[in-house]
T-cell receptor, first 112, second 113 residues
């Protein structure tokens, strides 16, 4: 029973490099989310996808792009990484936004 | 500025003591959730409250949603070291048609044996 799976778990990038964070859920959830977590700031929403084929910006979308590949998968892309994007990134999914979300284990990203 | 303000930011208590964590906002929420996060892991949903004045219990944890649906509290009775973690509240703004689940900054709870 995998739930929400994120890859990779750790990544170090040089400034200007690009990468894609992968996320997949096996719970048949419609909605998926990408958050970043920084000390003292809680979780901030980057992008979300209410359903397959739709994506919307959250609080901090600048510097990121997303793709909802199918119902299971939602990827986050950093086109040109910056040190300010050093953070822990979490993917989540939910059947109904009012009930609650299930989170992956996170990707710890360091940009040097 | 966070939509949801949590207090205190840090809490350290002895095993067996009680504690309360607060989550406040000037906005009304249609739904409010509490999560617990342990180091190196993602947040795990504890409970969802949707009705003003609602009280839910999960073993030694009691969750309350304010009558006006602007605030919530989490009370832990006889805390144990296993209760140590970051407690996060999150909510959906009332009347919102989008899917933005907003989080507070969290309360770090440490229970000493």
């Amino acid at each position: 029973n995998a739930g929400v799976t994120q890859t990779p778990k750790f990544q170090v990038l040089k400034t200007g490099q690009s990468m894609t964070l992968q996320c997949a859920q096996d719970m048949n959830h419609n909605s998926m989310y990408w958050y970043r977590q920084d000390p003292g700031m809680g979780l901030r929403l980057i992008y979300y996808s209410a359903s397959e084929g739709t994506t919307d910006k959250g609080e901090v979308p600048n510097g990121y792009n997303v793709s909802r590949l199918n119902k299971r998968e939602f990827s986050l892309r950093l086109e040109s990484a910056a040190p300010s994007q050093t953070s822990v990134y979490f993917c989540a999914s939910s059947l109904d936004r009012r009930i609650g979300a299930f989170f992956g284990q996170g990707t710890r990203l360091t940009v040097v | 500025t966070q939509l949801l303000e949590q207090s205190p930011q840090f809490l350290s208590i002895q095993e067996g003591e009680n504690l309360t964590v607060y989550c406040n906002s000037s906005s009304v929420f249609s739904s409010l959730q509490w999560y617990r996060q342990e180091p190196g892991e993602g947040p795990v949903l504890l409970v969802t409250v949707v009705t003003g004045g609602e009280v839910k219990k999960l073993k030694r944890l009691t969750f309350q949603f304010g009558d006006a649906r602007k605030d919530s509290s989490l009370h832990i009775t006889a805390a144990q070291p296993g209760d140590t973690g970051l407690y996060l509240c999150a909510g959906i703004s009332y009347g919102s048609n989008d899917y933005k689940l907003s989080f507070g900054a969290g309360t770090t709870v440490t229970v000493r044996a």
